[in-house]
């Protein structure tokens, strides 16, 4: 057996490597993740709250004023993506929450509908691209081995985002006329939109591109952390088409997940949508009411199990390897669940049953987004994960619209929620179809020890720096 040092030392550097990755990049862009979905949610914190009857909004109007934002993002989420593969993450990604971060702070002086309309509009088109950018950065700096664990990481910030941020929103609501006079709900826009500004001009300099350009990585973790991504690069991408955007829009495969991530986006927000409808019903049923941040709070509650059960499954992903079920069962689940939510007896029974709704998403999301990079590579990953967030984005445009209509059709929520559960099963079902055409492995890449040309590429880029 051979135990020579290259051999033996290897393990300890790339545990050491993807553990300062985790550390040092991952907390840092998940929190950009907070910020962005914090903000784009914001309108609905702020509707209910004063913001429709101080801009005399019908529930039409302010319906269309949400979803007119993902016209905006799901027109250039494709380019924004491709822009970022030309300029380079770091930059593109400040760029893109320094500019969200602007429109967000004009939302504390919109005085009417039609200027609501521009602004979620603006906001769309300035967040286009963030979330599939975030994705492809972090998968240039982890190879597809680790690729789990890390993206689990960094999407525990969307459920975080309920858990932490609806508390928070229903806070600073309640600071009515702190603030030069300002309304409760403008303040709580100003109070979120200017950390998106502070954090993207931080994230100028403090975030890198690459491996070999973080001094806080040591010379062999450099080394090792370059060699693998090359050979992965290398595995994934030895035909030149699977570098190509074109080859993106052109396979099967990414339209497959395209669908399939429709599905969970559209449970998503189902949920997202369904959940107050509970809560106002909760409040008929038991004769009582709440204040801004009491339903802040019970609004949180699905989503801290989310979080919990997100981390140990994704870790057990990790650790097994990435399964089918791993991603099919969760969909099974959230398809079961959402309609049962509606037949629960009692208020604390439909909150669990939501909860159980909400583990099932989340658990599957990171899982799923570590597919897209294991055949596609170069501008046709930016592109290939560009187009499966614009696909899954649909939904958040389409399931509000559908809900609402089959509901006032039927005059309940049990065919549209059914229509949910569907959507869910399909996703399932797809995933399945998918794995058994083995359009979708696992990319063999030998990670031991480090070639020749990655050590002398590594120790050149930090003798430049130098």
């Not at 033996?8 to 991952?26: M, N, Q």
């Not at 939109?193 to 690459?210: E, Q, R, T």
Request: with cysteine; proline share 5%.
């Amino acid at each position: 057996m051979d135990t020579s040092p290259s051999q033996t030392a290897a393990p300890d550097v790339a545990r050491s490597a993807i553990r300062k990755v985790s550390i040092r990049l991952v907390p840092f862009v998940a929190l950009m993740f907070f910020i962005n979905y914090l903000d784009r949610t914001a309108i609905g914190f702020a509707a209910p709250n004063g913001m429709n009857t101080d801009l005399a909004l019908s529930a039409a109007q302010f319906g269309f004023a949400s979803g007119v934002f993902f016209v905006g993002y799901i027109l250039l989420e494709v380019p924004s993506n491709l822009a970022l593969h030309r300029f380079g993450a770091r930059r593109w990604l400040a760029r893109i929450m320094v500019s969200w971060g602007i429109v967000a702070l004009l939302f504390t002086w919109v005085g009417n509908f039609e200027q609501l309309v521009v602004l979620r509009f603006l906001l769309g088109v300035a967040e286009a691209g963030f979330f599939p950018g975030a994705i492809l950065f972090l998968s240039l700096w982890v190879p597809a081995q680790y690729r789990g664990r890390v993206l689990m990481l960094f999407y525990l910030a969307q459920p975080l985002t309920t858990v932490i941020g609806a508390p928070l929103a229903g806070a600073l609501i309640q600071q009515h006329g702190v603030f030069f006079g300002l309304e409760g709900w403008r303040f709580m826009f100003l109070g979120v939109a200017i950390p998106a500004i502070v954090i993207g001009v931080i994230a100028w300099f403090y975030l890198k591109d690459k491996p070999a350009d973080a001094k806080w990585l040591t010379l062999d973790e450099q080394v090792w952390l370059t060699d693998a991504l090359q050979k992965e690069r290398a595995a994934t991408g030895g035909n030149e088409k699977h570098v190509s955007a074109r080859f993106a829009f052109k396979s099967g495969r990414v339209w497959v997940l395209s669908f399939i991530y429709f599905g969970f986006i559209y449970g998503l927000y189902a949920l997202a949508f369904f959940l107050p409808t509970i809560i106002e019903g909760f409040q008929q049923s038991a004769g009582t009411s709440f204040d801004v941040l009491q339903k802040g709070l019970i609004t949180a509650i699905p989503y801290l199990p989310a979080a919990i059960v997100m981390y140990f499954w994704s870790r057990d992903a990790s650790r097994r390897g990435l399964k089918t079920w791993h991603i099919a069962v969760p969909a099974v689940v959230g398809a079961v669940t959402i309609p049962l939510a509606l037949f629960a007896g009692s208020p604390a029974a439909t909150i669990a049953v939501i909860t159980i709704t909400a583990c099932a998403i989340f658990a599957a999301l990171p899982n799923f987004w570590t597919l897209p990079t294991r055949f596609l590579t170069g501008a046709a990953a930016a592109a290939g994960v560009a187009l499966i967030n614009t696909i899954g984005n649909l939904a958040g445009f389409s399931a509000p619209y559908i809900t609402g209509a089959v509901h006032d059709a039927t005059g309940g929520y049990e065919v549209p929620m059914m229509i949910v559960g569907f959507v869910m099963l399909v996703s399932a079902v797809l995933m399945v179809l998918l794995a058994r055409s083995k359009r979708i492995e696992p990319v063999a890449v030998e990670l031991a020890t480090p070639t020749p040309d990655a050590a002398a590429s590594a120790t050149r880029t930090r003798g430049s720096r130098r």
